[in-house]
């Protein structure tokens, strides 16, 4: 899909959606089953107005009929007055592998587009893809010029090019879900387009819209970032309504619904989930641990913006080792230990954090944050190996990290496409803040996002793709 259609799908669903019409449609994984994979995808979605109750029918798309509905009779939930409704509603997909068709909505409020979908697959040896990076903005300053920039926000910038990539990876059926890594749409620096007006809403839903195109097919799975704390534009501060409403991961936690039931798991903070022969683990690293950044205030750090305390005490490290502890018993079934949050190693290690991924050898370490690229070779408490090839890693003792921050955002120059971007090796990596320091193998501060292919139950490849081209910036094997 070209820029300019890009664009123009994203204008054309400001002008057609209607007050109790759905808009914003994603899917995340769901249910579980005994041998712990999903049953079927979370359907979220948004309205304008307020409807009766919230519902989904589907059914196999080959035999063309919606024969089945689902009803949360409960409705949808705002967490904003006079900024929308939220719904979400439990699809339960029998047949796994199969090619479903859904719509979203009620007779009385209007019904969606229909959309199609593959329920999720219960193989323990199957290949699939993942687009996976953190730190994607909407559009880019072409689209929404910037009227601010100070304090790291850029005046040119774009995520249109990486929104372009995970187009045709959906078109080429090389993805089977996004995982992304938290700061998802930078709606806390919306105010940099628009200063006078509270634009934290209407850009949270102009990302979702421009991403439906690809929500509406596959789940879109989330982890929380700095950027999703609160809102401290203008706006959020003056009126401190909004301000309340929208601090503590408000909207994150009402617009995403993550398999944390199912991985006793809390809200969209942490969870887990089973793919083929791989356990995913979506780490908090950003509250309810000492010394998190968000511990008791936002991002902004304002007094009167609180965070954090999702769960008692304590119960979010505890969480952890007890779900790496389960999937490390369950290597025989599931192989591969997968991690994934917004803050590179080095913030989140603490706490025991360390021990507890060399204990039950987590394979690889997915985040964000850094605005830029950059990769270890494995790393454990003792230091990192050095002895593996750069792009094949055999039977490792310690874990891979991977910082995939560069998708674009308003605090994220876009420096275009370098022909010779061996030029920027080692640019990103900054005394040791993306991965420790001499372990790395490349750094990037190109526009790029990272395909991870899940070849079977004793391979894994992971690319990073440069935005602009598709070209492969770096990879990696791990066997």
Request: with cysteine; net charge negative.
């Amino acid at each position: 899909m070209s820029r300019l259609l890009l664009v123009f799908a994203a204008a054309v669903f400001c002008l057609v959606v209607g007050d109790t019409v759905p808009e914003q449609i994603h899917l995340a994984f769901s249910g579980r089953n005994n041998d712990g994979y999903a049953t079927g995808y979370r359907v979220a979605w948004f309205t304008e107005n307020s409807t009766t109750n919230s519902t989904v029918q589907f059914g196999l798309k080959a035999t063309g009929k919606l024969s089945r509905s689902a009803t949360n009779t409960a409705g949808p939930t705002q967490y904003l007055k006079d900024h929308g409704y939220h719904h979400v509603v439990e699809m339960t997909l029998d047949q796994p592998k199969a090619e479903y068709i859904y719509r979203v909505g009620n007779e009385q409020g209007g019904w969606s587009q229909l959309f199609s979908t593959v329920a999720p697959s219960t193989d323990t040896d199957l290949t699939f893809g993942v687009s996976v990076f953190g730190d994607m903005g909407w559009l880019g300053s072409e689209e929404r010029p910037m009227a601010v920039t100070v304090a790291g926000l850029v005046k040119n910038w774009t995520a249109v090019p990486t929104r372009q990539v995970m187009e045709k990876l959906k078109d080429d059926k090389a993805i089977d879900f996004v995982w992304h890594l938290g700061d998802i749409g930078y709606l806390d620096d919306a105010f940099a387009h628009t200063p006078a007006k509270m634009a934290y809403e209407d850009s949270y839903n102009g990302y979702m819209n421009w991403l439906q195109n690809i929500t509406s097919t596959m789940p879109y799975m989330v982890a929380p970032g700095n950027h999703e704390s609160e809102c401290h534009s203008p706006a959020c501060l003056l009126d401190t309504s909004v301000g309340k409403a929208l601090s503590n991961f408000s909207a994150y936690n009402s617009r995403w619904h993550m398999p944390s039931t199912e991985s006793d798991g809390v809200a969209n903070m942490w969870y887990s989930f089973n793919v083929g022969p791989v356990h995913f683990i979506s780490i908090n690293s950003e509250t309810d641990f000492p010394g998190a950044e968000e511990e008791n205030t936002g991002d902004s750090h304002i007094p009167s913006l609180p965070a954090g305390h999702f769960a008692p005490d304590g119960a979010y490290l505890q969480w952890l080792e007890a779900d790496l502890k389960a999937a490390h018993e369950e290597r025989d079934v599931r192989p591969w230990i997968l991690a994934g949050g917004h803050r590179p190693f080095p913030e989140i290690q603490g706490n025991g954090v360390a021990q507890l991924f060399e204990k039950y050898q987590v394979d690889m370490y997915f985040a964000g944050h850094s605005h830029s690229y950059a990769r270890s070779m494995p790393v454990n408490t003792q230091g990192f190996e050095t002895h593996h090839s750069k792009t094949h890693v055999n039977n490792a003792n310690g874990t891979v990290l991977i910082v995939a921050g560069g998708a674009g955002c308003e605090e994220m120059p876009d420096i275009g496409f370098a022909q010779d971007w061996s030029d920027f090796e080692h640019a990103a990596t900054y005394e040791g803040h993306a991965v420790p320091l001499g372990s790395e193998v490349f750094a990037t501060k190109l526009l790029a996002s990272g395909y991870l292919k899940v070849v079977n139950r004793t391979a894994l490849h992971f690319q990073l793709l440069a935005s602009y081209n598709q070209s492969v910036l770096d990879e990696v094997w791990l066997t």
